[in-house]
């Protein structure tokens, strides 16, 4: 008596061929996503720091002051000069912005620190 036997399916080298090269694809995938995702997050927070440079500049023109604040800078009253924004990468901002330094954030994404300004 003759069995047939189905050939139909795949075979266990064909399957581990087909893993190690998604694993492949992945390991190349992965790090170019976290340099775009960083770079990105340091954009955002570049232009966070342009407000903020841009609502102090305007500050030292009305009050005639050389350094602020940040808290007299950003926040939801009609006084204040950037409205709220929510912060992109768990970044802290400079307590008190000098006329003519940097602006900084730091803890970006908990490793880098931003600069903005000379």
């Not at 036997?5 to 061929?17: H, N, P």
């Not at 996503?33 to 342009?50: C, E, G, H, T």
């Not at 006084?79 to 929510?86: M, T």
Request: proline share 2%; no cysteine.
């Amino acid at each position: 008596m003759k069995t047939n036997r189905s050939q139909k399916g795949f075979t266990l080298v064909e399957i581990m061929i087909v893993v190690v090269i998604i694993g492949l694809l992945a390991a190349m995938a992965i790090p170019a996503f976290q340099k775009v995702r960083a770079s990105s997050q340091d954009k955002a927070v570049i232009n966070n720091l342009r407000q903020i440079q841009a609502g102090a500049d305007q500050y030292f023109l009305e009050n005639g002051v050389s350094s602020v604040a940040s808290s007299s800078i950003v926040g939801t009253n009609s006084s204040q000069y950037v409205k709220s924004f929510a912060t992109v990468a768990q970044e802290t901002y400079t307590a008190t912005i000098v006329q003519g330094a940097g602006i900084s954030a730091a803890g970006v994404a908990g490793a880098r620190t931003v600069t903005f300004g000379p």
